[in-house]
């Protein structure tokens, strides 16, 4: 079935305009709900926006859209560099997995409570300030998982990349309304799981300090943990 759908999205993207815009757009799509890797940054989007709506207020949206960003400008710079540097886009080496996954390990134990992330916005005496008092520890978190994500992320582009780079000298408009589609399908999915947080919370009645936020947290610390760790076996090819 996903063969068909696979086949049938590459298609489109070579047809006219406009459906070649929403095949783009569907790709940015499923390369965040089939991909597990991609999937380990929702449990972290919203163990994130819930707790810093909780310490200082701030709109959930607002906090989700910075960190799908932050995810794309990563991702975008990634496959920049590495094909400027002639290597396969998205491959940043052994050394760069090792520690963007030793990264996203201390993101989820930070969800957990277990060690302090100054730029999360949580933490107080020296590590609350400026960074901590905006939007910017959810820019960079959203940067370093679409940097440690990204190889992930180019396999599910490849065919939207390869286009993009086929017609950007004849048709550079198209080529960029395609990049900008799927980036739009990639984030759109961090955005909605993230800004519905509190609507979420409202509905089943949490509130900060229930049990059922609290069992929030616990998951999407322990899912983000697992997938960094997952990640660094990977890196050393342990699995």
Excluded at 87 to 100: A, E, K, M, N, Q
Aim: net charge positive; proline share 3%; glycine share 14%.
């Amino acid at each position: 079935m996903l063969r068909e759908v696979f086949v049938a999205l590459t298609e489109l993207l070579y047809s006219a305009p406009v459906p070649a815009l929403a095949a783009a757009l569907a790709w940015g799509v499923l390369s965040m709900i089939l991909s597990p890797c991609h999937l380990v940054s929702i449990p972290l989007i919203v163990g994130y926006v819930e707790k810093k709506v909780e310490s200082d207020g701030s709109s959930s949206v607002t906090l989700s859209t910075v960190f799908a960003a932050g995810m794309i400008l990563a991702i975008a710079l990634t496959g920049l560099v590495t094909g400027l540097l002639g290597r396969i886009v998205g491959d940043i080496g052994t050394t760069g997995y090792i520690v963007l996954s030793l990264a996203v390990v201390y993101a989820g134990l930070s969800i957990l409570g277990i060690v302090p992330l100054p730029l999360s916005g949580s933490d107080t005496g020296r590590h609350a300030g400026r960074f901590g008092n905006s939007r910017w520890g959810g820019f960079v978190l959203g940067v370093v998982f679409g940097a440690a994500l990204g190889p992930c992320t180019f396999a599910f582009m490849a065919p939207v990349l390869g286009l993009v780079l086929a017609i950007s000298s004849e048709k550079l408009l198209l080529a960029v309304g395609l990049g900008l589609a799927f980036a739009v399908g990639h984030g759109g999915v961090v955005v909605l799981a993230g800004s519905q947080t509190g609507r979420i919370e409202k509905l089943a009645g949490w509130s900060g300090s229930s049990r059922s936020a609290s069992l929030l947290k616990s998951i999407s610390g322990a899912l983000v943990t697992g997938g960094g760790v997952y990640l660094l076996l990977k890196a050393l090819r342990l699995v």
